[in-house]
């Protein structure tokens, strides 16, 4: 990444703003997964000191395609686990920035560590934000700047995935599945289909969380995570055509047979965690 030459351009930049510590770039780019027309996602960890915003504005415009439509948030206007960012296209490329502050992103994953994971209603986030998801960020992203080794310190805490997290989000998660399917069960009779698909997403995004568990794998954004976890070694088979027909059923009005095609899945997902690491 280091010879892309966006990044090149972009991370001393960025690096110059007061406040920023560190600048990584995250998202598929840095996992290794992005196509030549993916975003660009670049994380700006600021120290508790002032995080100059305007001066973030003031330079994003010097060099976005468009100054006027470069858009750059205040802290927290995105919330508390969000925080803020910029939307912007520089060199004809989408370029998201984030923010994180290092204080908090340190406390929330040594809590993690200890298996102390908050579930958070979060817009954007339809299963909500999952505390682990500041500990996917740091252990897959790569440090562009990171001139005091703050990032590779807290790649530390998240890798290797540890053994207790690992622990209470399969039992935090799992035991939701099959409650959610109960829940859509309840409401099929009445025919409320939008309820019956609120609570079939609910377990299909908990089948996700403890399959990535179960792999020892963060789980970072609900968007691909069933295909995700279709590949992971320890994982259902047919899972995406699983989940396919599931819909499909929902959209026909076949309730009953949708929950019949979850129950199966939960049936699966319970073998394979009793199984554990030694599941073939």
């Known amino acids: 990444m280091s010879h892309d030459p966006l990044l090149t351009r972009l991370t001393p930049v960025l690096a110059a703003v007061p406040g920023v510590q560190a600048v990584v770039l995250g998202g598929s780019r840095a996992r ?9 996602d670049i994380g700006l ?13 003031t330079v994003v415009k010097s060099i976005a395609d468009d100054p006027d439509a470069a858009i750059v948030t205040r802290i927290n206007e995105w919330g508390s686990w969000i925080v803020g960012g910029a939307w912007l296209s520089i060199e004809g ?18 809590a993690c560590r200890d298996g102390q994971v908050l579930m958070t209603y979060q817009p954007g986030h339809p299963h909500g934000f999952c505390s682990t998801i500041w500990m996917g960020e740091i252990a897959y992203c790569q440090p562009l700047h ?27 998660f799992q035991w939701e599945v099959l409650f ?38 963060y789980l970072i954004n609900e968007k691909g995570a069933l295909q995700e976890a279709a590949g992971l070694p320890l994982t259902i088979p047919d899972l995406v055509e ?26 699966q997902l319970k ?3 009793q199984g554990g690491k030694t599941q073939p």
């Open 32 to 40: 290794g997964t992005a196509h030549s027309s993916s975003d660009y």
């Open 45 to 57: 960890y600021r120290s508790a000191a002032r995080f100059d915003t305007d001066r973030l504005l």
């Open 93 to 110: 490329r989408k370029v998201d920035l984030l923010y994180r502050n290092v204080d908090d992103v340190e406390r929330v994953m040594s």
């Open 146 to 172: 990171d001139p005091n080794g703050m990032i590779a310190r807290l790649k530390s805490i998240a890798l290797p995935y540890p053994e207790t997290l690992r622990i209470v989000l399969i039992r935090r």
């Open 180 to 217: 959610s399917i109960e829940n859509a069960e309840l409401a099929a009779p009445r025919n409320e289909r939008t309820h019956v698909a609120g609570c079939l997403y609910r377990s299909l995004a908990c089948v996700a969380q403890v399959l990535f568990a179960l792999n020892e794998r």
């Open 242 to 267: 699983q989940s396919d027909e599931v819909w499909r059923l929902i959209g026909a009005g076949g309730f009953a047979q949708a929950c019949a095609i979850m129950r199966q899945l939960d049936r």
């Open 271 to 273: 073998a394979l965690t």
